[in-house]
């Protein structure tokens, strides 16, 4: 369901100043990841160092009210959301954004407020490995970048290995995909294995949809 | 029994009753649950009714996940504008001496006295900081922006919880008859080191260590093992992240010597031992037993002094110790961190039964 919300409205002052104590000229953007057979959801918190605050303001404030509107926030997170990539075994895969919560300018410009996303990708993960490749480069000069995979939550699904670059633009996943055991384990086996065989030579096929 | 100085160390400025001076006898055993019922009823007590309405809360899914490492004045990551509770420069003396009388009632000493180093420092960081804070800003560090919050009704059998709490500290206590929960909390630091009555005072200081340390002791094929090949510039799991877990990282402790692991427990009950001594065994031992499948990460150097992230991460347990520097300023002088259980946060078992 498509939610896009702006959390707190507030004015422009003059006269602001680096806070003590905090961030100054990065843009913290920290992502996590989670996986599951059907859907890749990307959470992105981005918060803006006094110092990079005007000028990450200033691509959300497009008409220069000092206000965030429904529509400006949605705006600046499609932006963010073409600076990022996401790709399951090479396959690049299309994001649709689900939240944009913005704070006030008042809470940015003390490099305080977190600008938070939400996106997900339609996959189709078939039992097998697959290697979910995701990268953000928005601001990449005066950004700061963690991205770590939530661990999933079903045990058919599970994370084999991951690497980052330094720093942490982005993260390669190796991604084991088991077939589905609920409570009927012993009646889905069997078939889960007949099923194996009969469509072994597609077994490792993916993909967003 | 002990004696024990509710106040001691702390820099109350202007309130002569809170002044180190102050005693409060405390068991030195005995049940935190029942210690916290009296502290809180005390506390309770002393408040008329307007302050005990903001102090108090129903204890539920949303009330209990208002907490922040950031200061007053900024939305917090649940999107509160304001902590729980009553805070300490809206008490009067006796009303502050209570409510600290509270807080040691369901900590450790050691605990107690690293909360208290902990609001010092923020306290030092109001000083330094306000003469040149611009009119406009609404952040406010200090002593006085300290909450105590209770969060349902104080039992000794029936759950119910504390929170204290203000900018760089979150204690969220959790208690159901003999049982208490520490997580999540967060404890942070900026200044890392200060000097206080002539008395160098480091708020995170025996973590730091005891985590370079363990480092140190790790041969360089455990150390490539513990070594995160990226930079970390921050809490990956801090406030407002409650019920993920993230795929584990490091070297687990399965691989370690006796002597390691012994060391690794010594880093990971600096964060446990906040609580009740009680309470704080048995969640060691919990953790022990799990011990093997724990996982130790580490990023940045491994000189005792530079900066550098650390994660111990376990089925019932998550710490991470994050510097806030940056990419320009690295510095060890402003620490965040924090301390989970991914199956019992807000002691989520003992309120469901």
């Not at chain 1, 790709?87 to 977190?114: F, K, M, N, Q, Y």
């Not at chain 2, 160390?9 to 180190?20: E, K, N, R, T, V």
């Not at chain 2, 204690?171 to 890392?192: K, Y």
């Amino acid at each position: 369901m498509r939610r896009i919300c702006v959390l707190a409205l507030g004015l422009l002052l003059p006269g602001s100043a680096p806070a003590e104590a905090h961030r100054l000229d990065e843009y913290l953007q920290a992502t996590r990841l989670g996986i599951s057979r059907d859907r890749v959801v990307v959470e992105l918190d981005l918060t803006p160092g006094v110092l990079v605050a005007a000028q990450v303001f200033a691509m959300i404030d497009r008409d220069g009210d000092a206000r965030v509107s429904p529509v400006e926030i949605e705006g600046y997170a499609r932006r963010v959301l073409r600076d990022l990539s996401l790709s399951v075994d090479d396959r690049p895969c299309a994001l649709t954004l689900t939240r944009a919560e913005s704070p006030s300018w008042d809470e940015i410009r003390e490099g305080e407020g977190t600008i938070h996303l939400e996106a997900f990708a339609d996959t189709a993960l078939a039992r097998g490995v697959h290697r979910i490749r995701y990268a953000n480069m928005h601001e990449s000069t005066s950004g700061v970048f963690l991205v770590n995979a939530l661990k999933p939550s079903t045990r058919a699904i599970a994370i084999r290995s991951q690497r980052r670059d330094v720093q942490q633009h982005g993260i390669d996943l190796d991604v084991d995909v088991a077939t589905s055991l609920g409570t009927a384990t012993w009646f889905v086996i069997p078939v889960a294995a007949l099923a194996a065989l009969l469509i072994r030579r597609r077994r490792t096929t993916v993909s967003c949809r | 029994m002990s004696a024990f100085k509710v106040g001691a160390g702390l820099m109350f400025l202007g309130i002569s009753a809170l002044a180190p001076t102050t005693d409060q006898r405390l068991p030195a055993e005995g049940g935190a649950t029942v210690k916290g019922v009296a502290a809180a009823t005390a506390f309770l007590n002393t408040l008329d009714p307007s302050r005990r309405a903001k102090a108090t809360l129903p204890l539920n899914k949303t009330t209990r996940t208002v907490w922040s490492n950031l200061p007053t004045g900024v939305t917090m990551q649940v999107g509160a504008t304001e902590r729980n509770g009553l805070k300490l420069g809206d008490m009067t003396p006796s009303q502050q001496q209570a409510a600290l009388a509270l807080v040691a009632a369901v900590l450790s000493r050691a605990g107690y006295q690293k909360v208290l180093n902990i609001v010092n420092a923020d306290q030092r960081l109001e000083e330094t900081t306000a003469p040149t804070r611009p009119a406009s800003s609404r952040t406010r560090f200090g002593r006085a922006e300290f909450y105590l919050a209770v969060l349902g009704t104080p039992s000794a059998t029936d759950p119910w919880m504390l929170q204290f709490g203000g900018h760089h500290l979150a204690i969220n206590v959790t208690l159901a008859g003999r049982e208490s929960v520490l997580t999540p909390t967060h404890t942070g630091a900026q200044p890392a080191a200060f000097s206080l009555n002539g008395e160098t005072i480091r708020p995170l200081g025996r973590e730091n260590d005891k985590a370079f340390g363990l480092m140190n002791a790790l041969d360089a094929a455990q150390q490539k093992q513990a070594l995160l090949d990226y930079q970390v510039r921050n809490l990956v799991l801090g406030p407002g992240e409650d019920g993920k877990v993230i795929q584990p990282e490091g070297i687990r402790a399965s691989g370690l010597s006796a002597r390691q692991r012994a060391m690794l427990i010594d880093v990971i009950r600096e964060w446990v031992t906040i609580l009740d001594d009680e309470a704080a065994a048995a969640k060691m031992k919990e953790i022990e037993a799990n011990l093997g499948d724990t996982y130790f990460a580490w990023a940045g150097s491994t000189t005792n002094g530079k900066e550098a992230y650390f994660r111990v991460q376990g089925p019932t347990l998550l710490i991470e110790y994050a510097p806030q520097g940056t990419n320009s300023a690295p510095t060890t002088d402003h620490i965040h961190t924090i301390y989970r259980d991914p199956t019992n946060d807000y002691g989520s078992t003992l309120v469901s039964r």
